[in-house]
């Protein structure tokens, strides 16, 4: 399974941006996804994941703000990132897995990452 990222950018705080991850195939293999992030210097942290059995999760940082859906007919994994802050600036990667993983780093397929910058 191959993940594409897109839709990162520059924005200024306050704003929003929708990240995209298109899957090469929908299987078993992609039954449940996930958004990481990593700032320059700190760990990759999860920040959401969504899976058809357990449904969604979302780390404390972004709970509220972020929305995480997708969209099975077009093998693409969403993230709508709203009331951005400068700590939100990082390169996010999705992930898949068959198996539930949460936010944690178990997962076996992901992507090259999009880069998000948000300016106060």
């Known amino acids: 399974v191959q993940l594409v990222e897109s839709g990162g950018g520059s924005v200024q705080a306050g704003g929003s941006l929708r990240l995209s991850c298109e899957a090469s195939?929908?299987?078993?293999?992609?039954?449940?996804m996930a958004w990481f992030r990593q700032a320059p210097g700190k760990e990759r942290e999860g920040v959401a994941v969504?899976?058809?059995?357990?449904?969604?999760f979302y780390s404390d940082s972004v709970k509220g703000r972020f929305t995480i859906s997708k969209d099975t007919a077009k093998n693409t994994l969403y993230l709508q990132m709203n009331n951005l802050k400068p700590e939100d600036t990082a390169m996010y990667y999705c992930?898949?897995?068959?198996?539930?993983?949460?936010?944690?780093?178990?997962?076996?397929?992901w992507g090259q990452g999009t880069q998000v910058t948000v300016s106060s």
């Open positions: 992930a898949a897995d068959r198996q539930y993983y949460g936010l944690g780093y178990g997962y076996h397929y």
């Open positions: 195939t929908s299987t078993y293999s992609t039954h449940c």
């Open positions: 969504i899976d058809s059995d357990v449904g969604t």
